[in-house]
């Protein structure tokens, strides 16, 4: 059985009034996905895959410059649809996010349920280990939509999940059927 080792996307830079899905990763952003990249790149994965957005692709190519494998993108691994959401405080939008994780079959914040993006990710994971190395695989994707997936494929907390991942952060569980977290690290 292989291992599934998620990588939420290091320190992005925000900037207000571009969308998330645009922003890239910040200079301490990039120092954190460095450390991060060796540690991952220690596990001697067969695979990189990243969301296409540009603060998870640049993360990964952290770990794909350590390993020499190539990094495949897949928007199956973009963060939940927020299409539509206003610039809030960190406050609101922890409060928002934190809402939707809990009601994930319910349109509460963003144009994309929690369950309809963990399906979107699923679909996408299942695709990619169709056409990858045996072996390990790294998708590098965002924090939501990877609490929403390991949530409701080992039915652990996903806001107290989301909550305690960091940019970068990582959790390891086996692979293709999900039954126990093996790992977890944050990279600050």
């Known amino acids: ?5 998620l990588v939420r996307h290091s320190l992005p830079q925000i900037v207000e009034g571009k969308p998330p899905r645009s922003w890239s990763l910040s200079a301490e952003g990039e120092s954190r996905a460095a450390t991060m990249a060796v540690a991952v790149a220690a596990t001697k994965p067969a695979s990189v895959h ?8 640049q993360t990964a190519e952290f770990i794909t410059d350590i390993t020499g494998l190539t990094l495949s993108m897949d928007p199956g691994f973009n963060e ?9 405080t960190q406050e609101e ?14 349109l509460v914040y963003g144009a994309e349920t929690i369950s309809a993006a963990v399906e979107r990710f699923d679909t996408a994971l299942k695709e990619a280990a169709e ?29 107290e999940l989301w ?7 990582l ?3 086996n692979w293709p ?8 690290q944050n990279f600050q």
Do not use: W
């Not at 059985?1 to 080792?5: A, E, G, K, V, W």
């Not at 939008?93 to 319910?106: G, H, I, K, M, Y």
């Open 50 to 57: 990243s969301s296409a957005e540009a603060k998870a692709m």
């Open 93 to 106: 939008f922890e409060l928002n996010v934190s809402q939707a994780l809990r009601q994930p079959d319910e």
């Open 80 to 88: 939940q649809d927020r299409t539509g959401t206003k610039f809030t």
């Open 163 to 169: 909550q305690s991942l960091e940019m970068p952060g």
């Open 131 to 159: 056409y990858s190395q045996p072996g390990d695989m790294v998708v590098v994707s965002h924090g939501t939509v990877i609490s929403g997936y390991v949530a409701a494929r080992l039915g652990v907390d996903p806001v």
């Open 171 to 173: 959790i390891c569980v």
């Open 177 to 184: 059927n999900p039954v126990q977290i093996e790992f977890r």
């Open 1 to 5: 059985m292989s291992r599934l080792i």
